[in-house]
């Protein structure tokens, strides 16, 4: 990569992660891509050329957000040790992520929730979506073996079982976290508390 396309990309970069910052700071509505602009220290006609439409900035800053479950979800899922080990890794990092990166969370849910309103398709959505695509399918290795090694119940449908521990796994977390200073008081159960119950609860289905 020569240094044209090095400030290229890096300006890229900047822009998306100060959109992320400021979206989730204040509403996809109502940040101006003038906002945006300024933040990433460029002009607004720089900016446009970039993303000539806000929904394309909001799906690259989603894109950007999620990418880096993927190349964890890889790690875990190719690494020794059984499908049940493997499985409980994962959830122990979703566990994890939930509880030390809240913004990182606060805004993939926002923004689902923004693309799930809107009247029409949000341009390049299906780059997020093949995103989540690529995340399910590193899961093959491990829904493979554990129709194999013993280490899950031999009567489940493997895939369809540990597919939708995952996703009520993260969210289940995600909501309870995003939601705690609105919906539970000092004398309620702690949402890390009732994620443990739920991973265990999960766990114990599978189980021999």
Request: net charge negative; charged share 30%; aromatic share 8%.
């Amino acid at each position: 990569m020569n240094k044209r396309q090095q400030n290229k990309e890096e300006r890229l970069n900047r822009i998306i992660e100060q959109a992320e910052l400021l979206f989730l700071k204040d509403g996809f509505e109502r940040v101006q891509m003038q906002d945006i602009a300024d933040a990433a220290e460029i002009g607004v006609a720089t900016l446009f050329r970039y993303f000539p439409k806000k929904d394309q900035l909001i799906v690259a800053a989603a894109v950007r957000n999620l990418a880096p479950t993927l190349e964890t979800f890889k790690k875990l899922t190719t690494t020794p040790g059984d499908a049940y080990t493997r499985l409980e890794a994962i959830l122990d990092y979703l566990l994890e992520q939930q509880m030390k990166q809240t913004n990182h969370s606060r805004f993939r849910e926002a923004f689902e929730s923004y693309a799930s309103f809107v009247t029409s398709p949000l341009p390049d959505i299906d780059d997020y979506i093949e995103l989540q695509r690529e995340i399910m399918k590193t899961l093959e290795p491990l829904i493979e073996d554990g129709k194999t090694d013993g280490s899950l119940r031999g009567n489940l449908d493997v895939k369809a079982t540990v597919v939708t521990i995952i996703n009520a796994f993260g969210t289940f977390g995600n909501n309870i976290i995003l939601k705690s200073h609105i919906s539970y008081l000092k004398e309620d159960i702690e949402p890390f508390i009732q994620q443990r119950v739920l991973k265990e609860m999960l766990l114990a289905y599978v189980r021999p």
